[in-house]
T-cell receptor, first 113, second 112 residues
Framework: ETGVTQTPRHLVMGMTNKKSLKCEQHLGHNAMYWYKQSAKKPLELMFV???????ENNSVPSRFSPECPNSSHLFLHLHTLQPEDSALYLC????????????FGPGTRLTVT | KQEVTQIPAALSVPEGENLVLNCSFT??????LQWFRQDPGKGLTSLLLIQSSQREQTSGRLNASLDKSSGRSTLYIAASQPGDSATYLC???????????FGAGTQVVVTP
C-alpha cells in the first residue's frame, strides 16, 4: 500500500448505529487530518492530530469522535448521526516540520438514513 | 478570518486551449498555497505547493503563480486535454498547525 488509504470506501448507516472510519498513511508523516466535504460546500477541517496529539477540534459535534493511536493510523468513530452528516469524509497527512504539503486519501462516502 | 474564493465556479473549454484558474484570499499572512485536483466522488490529488517566499511553481504543463501582496494565485494549464476535466481546488495554510482553508473549487470541462 502506498500513500493514504481509507476504509471503508462507502458506508450506509442508520441514525442509531455505531461505526468507525479508518485511515492509514504510508508516507512517514507525523500529522493527520479529518475533513468533511458536503455537496456544494468547501472542504471543512474537522480534526488535526500532530505527533498523535489532537491540536484542533473545529467545533465538531460530539457524535464524531477521533482517535489517533499512532502516527500512521487515524480513526473517526461515529454514533447517533443525523442525515445532514451524509458527506464524503477525507483523511490527509503531512509532515509537521515541513514542507507541509498535504496528501489525501480517496475518502469514505457516508450516507446516514 | 481567512476566506478563499475561486472564480469562475465552472469553466468549459475546447481541447488544446490554455486554462487559467483563479484563487484569491483575504489575508496575505500565509505559510503556503496548495492546488489540488479532485475527480468526481474521489479524494484530492496534490498538484503544486507554493511556499510563501516563492512566486511560482511549475510541473509539466502546470504553472502556478503566487502574489501574496494582492492575495492572488493563478493556476495555468497549457494545451488542455479531456483528461484535465475535474474540479480544481486551492487552499491556503494560514497557521502553524497545518490547517488548510479551501476555496469552493472551479469545475473544469475540456471538450474533445
Amino acid at each position: 500500500e502506498t500513500g493514504v488509504t481509507q476504509t471503508p470506501r462507502h458506508l450506509v448507516m442508520g441514525m442509531t448505529n455505531k461505526k468507525s472510519l479508518k485511515c492509514e498513511q504510508h508516507l512517514g508523516h507525523n500529522a493527520m487530518y479529518w475533513y468533511k466535504q458536503s455537496a456544494k460546500k468547501p472542504l471543512e477541517l474537522m480534526f488535526v492530530y500532530s505527533l498523535e496529539e489532537r491540536v484542533e477540534n473545529n467545533s465538531v459535534p460530539s457524535r464524531f469522535s477521533p482517535e489517533c493511536p499512532n502516527s500512521s493510523h487515524l480513526f473517526l468513530h461515529l454514533h447517533t448521526l443525523q442525515p445532514e452528516d451524509s458527506a464524503l469524509y477525507l483523511c490527509a497527512s503531512s509532515n509537521d516540520g515541513g514542507p507541509y504539503e498535504q496528501y489525501f486519501g480517496p475518502g469514505t462516502r457516508l450516507t446516514v438514513t | 478570518k481567512q476566506e478563499v474564493t475561486q472564480i469562475p465556479a465552472a469553466l468549459s473549454v475546447p481541447e488544446g486551449e490554455n486554462l487559467v484558474l483563479n484563487c484569491s484570499f483575504t489575508d496575505s499572512a500565509i505559510y503556503n498555497l496548495q492546488w489540488f485536483r479532485q475527480d468526481p466522488g474521489k479524494g484530492l490529488t496534490s498538484l503544486l505547493l507554493i511556499q510563501s517566499s516563492q512566486r511560482e511553481q511549475t510541473s509539466g504543463r502546470l504553472n502556478a503563480s503566487l502574489d501574496k501582496s494582492s492575495g492572488r494565485s493563478t493556476l495555468y494549464i497549457a494545451a488542455s486535454q479531456p483528461g484535465d476535466s475535474a474540479t480544481y481546488l486551492c487552499a491556503v495554510k494560514a497557521d502553524s498547525w497545518g490547517k488548510l482553508q479551501f476555496g469552493a473549487g472551479t469545475q473544469v470541462v475540456v471538450t474533445p
